[in-house]
Nanobody, 118 residues
Framework: QVQLVESGGGLVQAGGSLRLSCAAS????????MGWYRQAPGKQRDLVAQ???????NYADSVIGRFIVSRDNAKNTVYLQMNSLKPEDTAVYYC????????????WGQGTQVTVSS
């Protein structure tokens, strides 16, 4: 069974930092794009940051210069380093990865809450 397991959320004051991790486990042949999305109450789920297998990255405008996405291909793990956090970053953060099994498809983590207090 393929799954993505997230860790690292929590409560932090504005200006602080958090690091999220997400590891893919189970039976699969490879990992393509990995990334992070977030969903605040009453809002849609939006892309935060994405990284390809080759290391190319893409960020939402609102996090450029504050968040860094990275991955460890040997561990099938993606990270999100979040710095200079703002109250508007408060949301449930979901890991996403395109995994190759019989076919390529997207998988989602269970979500981790990030709360930034002012």
């Amino acid at each position: 069974q393929v799954q993505l397991v997230e860790s690292g959320g929590g409560l932090v004051q504005a200006g602080g930092s958090l690091r999220l991790s997400c590891a893919a486990s189970g039976r699969f042949f490879g990992v393509k794009d990995m990334g992070w999305y977030r969903q605040a109450p009453g809002k849609q789920r939006d892309l935060v940051a994405q990284i390809t297998a080759g290391g190319s990255t893409n960020y939402a405008d609102s996090v450029i210069g504050r968040f860094i996405v990275s991955r460890d291909n040997a561990k099938n793990t993606v990270y999100l380093q979040m710095n200079s956090l703002k109250p508007e970053d408060t949301a449930v953060y979901y890991c996403n990865a395109r995994l190759v099994t019989v076919v390529s498809r997207d998988y989602w983590g269970q979500g981790t809450q990030v709360t930034v207090s002012s």
